[in-house]
């Protein structure tokens, strides 16, 4: 907190420099410019998704930049400690699906930018080919961590979690967490590298490393705690 705060002030000493000057500093160093799906990820990327848990309206207005196809969901308790707040019904991502999910409006940013600068690049880069469609366990679940009968809820809970489990190139070759994790070539080396890059935008990402519940998975989730396994 105490290095985010310092950075902040460094910025916000910046920008009131090049103010006086008159010169234009790009937004993706501006503290108070709103998060684009376009701009490279930076330092500031983080500090902008989380402004996003507090303000729906510029959530929204962030999505309707993105290809998503998505349908609002009314604010509503679904049971004892299943809340949805802020919750878009997507149909589309950047990518076909193979069902629609439901999925908090700040952890579907955080999915736009993963597929944006995380998943298109490194499917080009490794597999030689884009993704076209993502597959998946789904997102909203009311139920607790694990499915256990008692004990926190999961986050899932909320709409705030997704479970990947694959994806389909374009040229129709498809890659999975189950099949493909643990093995030693190109694919292996792609799911590595979509797990890793979640980390930047997603709070809790959990795969076949952290445990055998994770073995044909990934977790993104845009919950209360920083874990990345």
């Keep these: 907190m105490k290095m985010l705060l310092a950075l902040l002030a460094v910025g916000a000493a910046i920008v009131a420099g090049v103010r006086v000057t008159g010169w234009s500093l790009p937004d993706r160093y501006d503290p108070w410019a709103p998060l684009a799906i376009d701009d490279p990820p930076g330092w500031l990327t983080r500090y902008k998704l989380h402004r996003l848990d507090d303000d729906p ?3 929204r207005a962030l999505l309707a930049t993105t290809p998503f196809e998505t349908t ?3 604010d509503r308790e679904t049971a004892p400690g299943c809340v949805l707040h802020d919750v878009v019904r997507i149909r589309r991502t950047d990518l076909q ?3 629609p999910f439901l999925l908090s409006c700040p952890a579907a940013a955080s999915l736009a930018l993963w597929e944006r600068h995380v998943v ?11 993704v076209r469609r993502l597959e998946h366990f789904g997102s909203y679940a009311c139920r607790n961590l694990y499915g256990r009968e008692s004990g926190p809820r999961s986050q899932h809970a909320s709409a705030d979690a997704l479970d990947v489990a694959g994806f389909v190139l ?9 099949g493909d994790f643990r093995g030693a070539g190109a694919d292996a080396r792609f799911l ?3 797990h890793d890059g979640a980390c930047r935008f997603f709070d809790g990402v959990y795969g076949p490393d952290y445990n055998r ?6 977790h993104l989730d845009r919950g209360p705690y920083r874990l990345c396994r």
């Design 57 to 59: 309206t510029a959530c």
């Design 72 to 74: 609002p969901v009314p």
């Design 97 to 99: 699906l193979d069902a």
């Design 120 to 130: 298109q690049p490194a499917a080009r880069e490794i597999l030689g080919a884009p």
């Design 170 to 178: 374009a040229d129709g070759r498809r890659v999975t967490v189950a």
């Design 192 to 194: 590595h590298a979509v």
């Design 213 to 218: 519940e994770h073995a044909d998975h990934f």
